[in-house]
């Protein structure tokens, strides 16, 4: 994988869109009990031909990365033939996929096809444990059978692992495991209610008790570290340089801010770049704007994000209630002398 | 190099035009090698993505730079030489 912090740097900078998140559908073989789909009754894809129209268009605005999401993009008949589009037009090219669906012949072709990595989620090296909460028997084996072919082919890959009440007890096997074959991973026990508001995956949360215990262990594992938010620092620093495609056209700010700024099928991808009021507005949010969290005494070891303040408390400037406990706890412990947090919090996994 | 040769890139770049600078720039995700072009060298390169001979790129570029076509020749068979090198773009049959 790239390291591109100072091409993003320069990005936020100018507001130069570089990367763009596209949900290529929102079809997907698990029912993964945490999920931000709010209903799987309904099911968009994006059509090959709109997509090669925004293809167009990216390249001509300067977009240089493309991540691809769902759903789950291997159930389009299409993915290979929209891979090969992005890449024969020279995008940096990722792709989120739960990997179960992925097979030799397709791995292959992906390396042929140099996309810079593939990110995946694992819930827990147990299949009960994995399968309970992707709602699907055998799918964590389908997805290891498929890490190993990864492996084998030298792609590289990113491991989710989102630490949840039902796996609260697996993420250091987890990283033994991607230690083991040279991949990198992410660990969060961040969960974000439903796009269209519902709470319920809240309820899977792991509590404070376990927080208390655990949390500066997972921040150590993940190397995240502190940030000194001064007043000028830009709250959503990534929507100065992205943007998230939705599978039904609607353009967000964030894959975690769902507030739509235009739609794809009205508007192009430019003037709703350049022309969003909704848009500039988050992209030039300080920390000094929002109403409690400039003055909070935990900010400093706070990953707070607004999308999930407007999802979760209706309000973009509003303080995450459990990103504040997560914050404090960190305090207490470091205020405590045990080590010295330096560096900067890495963002949550969005 | 014969003046009539022609190039593409290789498939394992990822390139792009900054477009506040206007450099171009290169990853090969072969080795994660990383390039700025500017200039002369922006010109080859986007020449290279019209599929222009070395013959052709020479005739354009000495109408936007004040030199002559011979030296100019040169500094392209270079640059492109260079290019070659480096595994970014290969000659086209």
Redesign the interface.
């Given at each position: 994988m790239?390291s591109t912090s100072n091409?993003y740097e320069?990005a936020s900078k100018?507001k130069?869109l570089t990367a763009i998140t596209i949900e290529l559908n929102t079809n997907c073989n698990w029912r993964c009990k945490h999920c931000y789909i709010d209903d799987y009754s309904y099911e968009y894809e994006l059509s090959f031909n709109v997509i090669k129209r925004l293809f167009i268009e990216m390249?001509k605005?300067?977009?240089?990365d493309l991540l691809f999401t769902g759903g789950e993009m291997f159930l389009r008949k299409d993915i290979l033939e929209i891979i090969k589009l992005a890449?024969?037009m020279?995008?940096?090219v990722s792709l989120f996929t739960n990997a179960s669906l992925l097979n030799e012949s397709v791995i292959k072709s992906l390396k042929?096809?140099?996309i810079?990595h593939i990110s995946c989620t694992l819930f827990s090296l147990d299949d009960s444990i994995h399968d309970s909460i992707t709602g699907v028997n055998g799918s964590l084996q389908k997805t290891m059978e498929n890490l190993k072919l990864l492996k084998q082919y030298n792609i590289d890959v990113e491991v989710k692992h989102i630490i949840t009440n039902l796996n609260m007890h697996e993420h250091k096997r987890i990283v033994e495991y991607c230690t083991s074959m040279g991949f990198k991973y992410r660990l969060t026990p961040s969960i974000w209610s439903k796009k269209d508001g519902d709470h319920s995956p809240l309820n899977l949360k792991v509590d404070e008790t376990y927080l208390r215990k655990n949390l500066i262990e997972i921040d150590e594992l993940r190397s995240s570290s502190k940030i000194v938010k001064h007043e000028n620092l830009f709250v959503c620093n990534a929507t100065r340089y992205s943007l998230f495609i939705m599978a039904n056209g609607d353009v967000t700010p964030c894959t975690n801010l769902y507030k739509s700024i235009g739609n794809i099928s009205e508007n192009s991808l430019k003037d709703i770049w350049k022309s969003s009021e909704y848009l500039n507005k988050v992209q030039n949010l300080k920390w000094k704007n929002l109403h409690v969290c400039k003055n909070c005494e935990v900010s400093d070891f706070c990953m707070r994000c607004s999308g999930i303040a407007l999802l979760e408390h209706g309000d973009l400037l509003s303080c995450n209630r459990y990103e504040r406990i997560n914050a404090t706890i960190r305090k207490e412990y470091y205020s405590k002398g045990r080590r010295r947090h330096n560096g900067k919090i890495c963002s949550t996994i969005c | 190099m014969k003046g009539k040769s022609k190039y593409y890139y290789e498939n394992s770049l990822v390139w792009q035009i900054e477009p506040v600078t206007e450099t171009i720039y290169v990853m090969n995700k072969k080795n994660e090698s990383s390039y700025l072009f500017t200039n002369v060298e922006k010109e080859i390169w986007l020449a290279i993505n019209e599929r222009r001979s070395v013959i052709e790129i020479t005739n354009t570029l000495v109408e936007i730079y004040d030199i002559s076509s011979e030296i100019l020749r040169k500094d392209i068979i270079k640059f492109i030489s260079r290019l070659l090198d480096e595994e970014l773009i290969y000659e086209i049959n």
């Open positions: 790239k091409l320069f100018n130069t390249r605005m300067g977009v240089v890449r024969s020279f995008f940096d042929c096809l140099y810079d | -």
